[in-house]
C-alpha cells in the first residue's frame, strides 16, 4: 500500500480500512498462535500498513486545521 493511494482516500474511507487491518492482523496473528499462517512477514506487514493510514489521517486533520485557522 503506497502513501499516494491513501492520500487520494476520503477520511471515511481510511478509518474503514483501518478497521479492516486491524482486523487481519488480529486474524494473522490468531493463525500465527495455532500454526497456520503461512508466511509470519504479514504481521509486520500489516503493522506498517496500518501506521501508514494512521499518518494519513493524522496529516488530513492537521491540514484540516490549518485551513480552518487560516479562515
Known amino acids: 500500500m ?3 493511494e ?3 482516500k476520503s477520511v471515511e474511507e481510511l ?3 483501518e478497521g479492516d487491518l486491524r482486523k487481519q492482523l ?5 493463525a500465527n498462535y ?3 499462517l503461512d508466511s509470519t512477514a ?3 506487514a500489516t503493522r506498517k500498513d496500518i501506521a501508514r493510514v494512521l ?3 493524522r496529516q488530513k486533520e492537521i491540514l484540516a486545521a490549518t485551513k480552518s485557522e487560516g479562515k
Open 26 to 30: 488480529f486474524q494473522n496473528r490468531f
Open 42 to 44: 504479514k504481521i509486520p
Open 15 to 17: 478509518k474503514a480500512l
Open 34 to 36: 495455532t500454526n497456520r
Open 55 to 57: 499518518t494519513a489521517l
Open 6 to 8: 491513501l492520500n487520494a
Open 2 to 4: 503506497k502513501a499516494s
